[in-house]
């Protein structure tokens, strides 16, 4: 008999994966090309100015804010549910002199309580594929934003929905991981491409990885109320997409 695996457990296993990854992430995924240029992409198309207030969701160890920092005059908070992660992030906070320009927070998806109109910019890079339901968040992120205020969203553009036993869906999806796979091995070895592989695994079945197509993002995005402005492909790595979508004025 197949053992039912609650939501809740299912968050605490994803806090402990990424727990574990927390000292060797920055060496891992953060040194391969395709999440550098999902972040780089994430960075221009959140047009972060002087004075913007920036929420980044899944902040991890700070790779994302940092570039964000580094664009204008901004202020960022940071939201992750991994406490050793953050606890990375505000050591490199702490060491360029920048603890008054972040808040790092800790805290999952489901507790996110932020007033109404918050923030200008609002950045997530892969992190709310951990979320099943992504029409929750969608709908808060509406409500932080100011009008106007800016979605960045930045993936992989893949599909994990379906039977776990359907052939084909398991062919789309290695499809596009092996454009995670080989990168990782041929830019970062095989300690990250283990970690990749394994990741990739928890793709396939669903252990606390739900992606969705970037099509699919718009379609969320539109009927959360956002207008979707751009869906890009990161250069020379086309499995990868940013999408920016406004809070209309």
Same mark, same amino acid.
């Given at each position: 008999?197949?053992?039912?695996?609650?939501?809740?457990?299912?968050?605490?296993?994803?806090? !402990?994966?990424?727990?574990?990854?927390?000292?060797?992430?920055?060496?891992?995924?953060?040194?391969?090309?395709?999440?550098?240029?999902?972040?780089?992409?994430?960075?221009?198309?959140?047009?972060?100015?002087?004075?913007?207030?920036?929420?980044?969701?899944?902040?991890?160890?700070?790779?994302?804010?940092?570039?964000?920092?580094?664009?204008?005059?901004?202020?960022?908070?940071?939201?992750?549910?991994? !406490?050793? /992660?953050?606890?990375? /992030?505000?050591?490199?906070?702490?060491?360029?002199? =920048?603890?008054?320009?972040?808040?790092?927070?800790?805290?999952?998806?489901?507790?996110?309580?932020?007033?109404?109109?918050?923030?200008?910019?609002?950045?997530?890079?892969?992190?709310?594929?951990?979320?099943?339901?992504?029409?929750?968040?969608?709908?808060?992120?509406?409500?932080?934003?100011?009008?106007?205020?800016?979605?960045?969203?930045?993936?992989?553009?893949?599909?994990?929905?379906?039977?776990?036993?359907?052939?084909?869906?398991?062919?789309?999806?290695?499809?596009? =991981?092996?454009?995670?796979?080989?990168?990782?091995?041929?830019?970062? @070895?095989? @300690?990250?491409?283990?970690? /990749?592989?394994?990741?990739?695994?928890?793709?396939?079945?669903?252990?606390?990885?739900?992606?969705?197509?970037?099509?699919?993002?718009?379609?969320?995005?539109r009927r959360a109320g956002f207008r979707v402005v751009a869906v890009k492909p990161v250069p020379r790595h086309n499995s990868?997409?940013?999408?920016?979508?406004?809070?209309?004025?």
């Amino acid at each position: 008999m197949k053992r039912k695996v609650s939501v809740k457990t299912k968050r605490s296993e994803t806090r !402990r994966w990424f727990g574990s990854w927390s000292n060797e992430y920055d060496a891992t995924l953060g040194s391969i090309s395709f999440h550098k240029g999902i972040l780089d992409l994430a960075a221009r198309l959140a047009g972060v100015k002087d004075g913007s207030r920036v929420l980044d969701i899944g902040c991890g160890t700070g790779l994302s804010s940092l570039k964000l920092l580094a664009k204008a005059d901004c202020t960022v908070t940071g939201i992750d549910s991994s !406490r050793k /992660m953050l606890s990375i /992030m505000k050591k490199k906070i702490k060491k360029l002199g =920048l603890e008054a320009r972040v808040c790092c927070k800790l805290s999952d998806f489901s507790s996110l309580k932020f007033r109404d109109n918050a923030f200008d910019i609002i950045v997530s890079t892969v992190a709310l594929h951990h979320i099943r339901d992504k029409s929750v968040p969608l709908k808060r992120f509406y409500r932080f934003l100011k009008p106007g205020g800016r979605l960045v969203i930045g993936d992989v553009d893949m599909d994990t929905s379906g039977k776990h036993t359907d052939i084909k869906r398991l062919l789309r999806i290695l499809d596009v =991981l092996k454009d995670e796979w080989v990168p990782a091995l041929k830019e970062a @070895g095989t @300690g990250a491409f283990r970690r /990749m592989f394994v990741n990739g695994v928890k793709h396939i079945l669903n252990e606390g990885e739900y992606c969705v197509s970037f099509k699919g993002w718009a379609r969320l995005c539109r009927r959360a109320g956002f207008r979707v402005v751009a869906v890009k492909p990161v250069p020379r790595h086309n499995s990868f997409k940013v999408l920016l979508a406004v809070k209309p004025a």
